[in-house]
């Protein structure tokens, strides 16, 4: 599929109850993808994933970690904003499930940083952020790190110094792949 038939296939979702969904951003392909739960209000909003105060704070440890943000892509398992709960739960992951295969077919990225529990849930991986970040492994061609949601770094100012860390570990593995 190409990228307008991605968007389009994913803004015309009626799968489950919530409201507009929200596409992937950023160049497709691209080496490197930002994974990460579902959009808040202001991406909603916006109609882009990561725009608001969580996006900004993870905009700021990308940069000071030297990634140049034209090259990344930002994704969320879940393309609408689950209204009337606080965290999605695996029948929206199920829903949305077609959506993000196609995004990241189409993105074909090398490095993801998973970004919270939701995003290890997506990835198929079976333990918690607290006993997975800051690690790096490889699963087939794609290289994957993992870190706290930004949006629980907001809530926890303590989780700031190993959010910031996490993601210059992440950089230090995708050396020399950035132009």
Known sequence: MSRAEVVADILSCTRCESVIPVP?????PARFAIIGEAPGRVENEVGEPFRGPAGHLLDEALVAAGFDLEQLCWVNPVC???????????EH??????????QLKLINPTYLLLVGNSALYAAGVSTKITAT??????????????????????????????????????????KGEMT
């Open 80 to 90: 609408c904003w689950p209204e009337r709960i606080k965290t999605p739960q695996p």
């Open 24 to 28: 992937f951003r950023g160049p497709a």
């Open 133 to 174: 970040r800051g690690k790096v492994w490889q699963a087939g061609d794609r290289y994957y790190s993992a870190t706290w949601h930004p949006a629980a770094v907001l809530r926890d100012p303590d989780k700031k110094d190993q959010f910031c860390s996490d993601v210059q570990a992440f950089r230090e593995v995708t």
């Open 93 to 102: 992951f199920t829903a949305c499930k077609p959506h993000l295969l196609a």
